[in-house]
């Protein structure tokens, strides 16, 4: 979609913030405080459904006050500006941080740590390039959803998206707090992550949908790794997460500050994020920065590791990005304590059910280092011992492999640097 399609006249109404039409969405919800609803694009005939869904959880903390819908802009520029970076299909399409008809859910985090409240949801307006070119072409299934001229048509739909995602950060800003502060005392008990805990119902994606969830806050007045200890800040953070319970679902999260709020504690966050699940792909001040991009196919595993003497069960989810590289993709040995590994690296198929797997430099089970960074660590604790590489192949229900790496040596004569991984579809 081009960027053009979309910054029509009407447009600038919402850059101006002009909100007298933030009502044109469906609204549902109790207490006074309506859901702004703009769903129609969450189930086209004829149009393939996206495979995530993103969760912007905005820290009541960082939100100031505003009564008035004209005030808001002015008192919250940044959230604004956030809530466009995803919403606006020009600009969240081209970037590549968001998807086509992606579904986009904002709620506010209370102060109190209770559960998270859902001010706005739908699905962004848009289509891939090749749906745009069928489009263009006269694609028979474009009369099943739009009359006229379909890209026109979507051109506007997609300005009301945009009101109708303001609208719902206008309504947020109602229950925000008058002197915006930081988060302060421990990560593990601060009132952001108690309500994440409160919310995991809420944050559950439908069944086959991978989730993202972008954090909207203010960390640098947290307390992070303890002076005390001796482990480094990643396992402090790693042994915190453990403790603290939460489920990040094998997700990817995004960090976002308001601008000026340096982002602190980042090795920490990365362990405590890894030890329930998920993945920090960004921690930023000011703006969102666009990761990995979503998935366009999604394959489930289970099977096994053949470690030296035994065999260790494992679950895998293998998503591409439709371009030859991994997306949201993990593996998650099971017994224990779950350590799931985020998988990255190039996928190439030659057909639907033939893919060839290899990783990339990132360090596969390296992740869950205690000290990342400089010399790679091998040692027992690590899935893997920490191995480095992976390799795998995909026939039909079936995918074969390894984990390897030159530096480990294992087996009874310590001949072997790999160890054999077997699974099948689910």
Do not use: H
């Not at 393939?48 to 006050?65: C, E, G």
């Not at 998807?99 to 001010?119: F, H, K, N, W, Y």
């Not at 504690?265 to 991009?293: H, I, N, T, W």
């Amino acid at each position: 979609m081009t960027t053009k399609a979309f910054l029509t006249a009407s447009a600038a109404a919402v850059l101006a913030f002009s909100l007298s039409g933030c009502g044109t969405g469906e609204t549902s919800g109790g207490g006074g405080a309506g859901v702004i609803r703009d769903e129609a694009y969450c189930s086209k005939s004829g149009l393939s459904a996206p495979l995530r869904q993103t969760f912007i959880l905005i820290d009541a903390n960082v939100v100031k006050k505003s009564e008035m819908a004209s005030d808001f802009a002015e008192r919250n520029l940044f959230l604004r500006d956030l809530g466009l970076a995803f919403a606006n299909p020009a600009l969240s399409l081209a970037s590549g941080l968001s998807d086509p008809r992606e579904r986009i859910s904002i709620m506010l985090v209370p102060t109190d740590g209770s559960p998270a409240q859902l001010v706005f949801t739908g699905c962004i307006p848009g289509l891939s390039p090749d749906e745009e070119v069928a489009a263009r072409a006269g694609a028979s299934w474009v009369r099943e959803f739009a009359t006229g001229d379909a890209l026109k048509g979507m051109a506007e739909d997609a300005e009301k998206f945009q009101i109708n995602a303001i609208g719902g950060l206008t309504s947020a800003a109602k229950r925000g707090v008058d002197t915006p502060e930081p988060q302060t005392g421990s990560i593990t008990g601060s009132a952001l992550f108690s309500a994440i805990r409160a919310s995991r119902g809420v944050l559950e994606p439908p069944k086959g949908t991978i989730a993202r969830y972008v954090l909207v806050t203010n960390l640098s007045a947290v307390a992070f790794e303890s002076s005390e200890s001796s482990d480094s800040a990643r396992k402090q953070g790693q042994d915190a997460g453990f403790k603290a319970g939460g489920d990040f679902g094998l997700s990817d999260v995004m960090i976002v500050q308001p601008e000026g709020a340096a982002p602190e504690g980042k090795d920490y966050l990365e362990g405590f994020l890894l030890a329930q699940g998920g993945r920090l792909v960004s921690y930023s001040s000011g703006k969102p920065m666009a990761g990995e991009r979503a998935p366009k196919t999604v394959r489930y595993f289970e099977g096994e590791a053949a470690y030296p003497g035994r065999s260790e069960r494992l679950k895998m989810r293998i998503a591409d990005d439709g371009k030859g590289n991994l997306s949201s993709s993990w593996l998650t040995m099971l017994g224990g304590i779950n350590k799931p590994i985020p998988l990255t690296g190039q996928i190439s198929c030659s057909s639907p059910t033939i893919c060839k797997i290899t990783s990339d430099d990132k360090g596969f089970a390296q992740i869950w280092s205690p000290q990342p960074g400089g010399k790679p660590e091998f040692i027992n604790e690590m899935p893997f011992a920490g191995m480095r590489n992976f390799n795998f192949e995909i026939r039909g229900k079936e995918l074969k492999g390894e984990a390897s790496d030159p530096m480990v040596q294992i087996g009874n004569d310590g001949s072997k640097s790999s160890i054999a991984i077997t699974a099948d579809i689910r």
